[in-house]
């Protein structure tokens, strides 16, 4: 079973930087995807960045030009880059990996974005 523990998370001005990190261990699959979510208070989860086994990315709308997921295999570690960001990006930001044969989320890290 996959487990993933995040780190990296923090407070920040607003136009800030954070780069967050999903640390992986556990025997994972061929193939695979890694993504980012995040959860503000009183709403739903949702999908920041996912990236592919291959190496495809995919953002949401609200991340495209500000964020960037990567992954380093070697290190068995992804990570999501920040650059500008807003108070409404103030979260708690978990990692997700998912496998044909596995599900598993790490526990979450907070960013807040606040002067």
């Known amino acids: 079973q996959v487990q993933l523990v995040e780190s990296g998370g923090g407070l920040v001005q607003p136009g800030g930087s954070l780069r967050l990190s999903c640390a992986i261990s556990?025997?994972?699959?061929?193939?695979?995807?890694m993504a980012w979510y995040r959860q503000a208070a009183a709403k739903q989860r949702e999908r920041v960045a996912l990236i592919t086994s291959s190496g495809s990315r995919t953002y949401h709308d609200s991340a495209k030009g500000r964020f960037t997921i990567s992954r380093d295999n070697a290190k068995n570690t992804m990570y999501l880059q920040m650059n500008s960001l807003s108070p409404s990006d103030t979260a708690v930001y978990y990692c997700?990996?998912?496998?044909?044969?596995?599900?598993?989320w790490g526990l979450g890290t907070q960013v807040t974005v606040s002067s």
């Open positions: 997700k990996y998912q496998s044909a044969l596995q599900t598993s």
């Open positions: 556990g025997s994972t699959d061929s193939f695979n995807y």
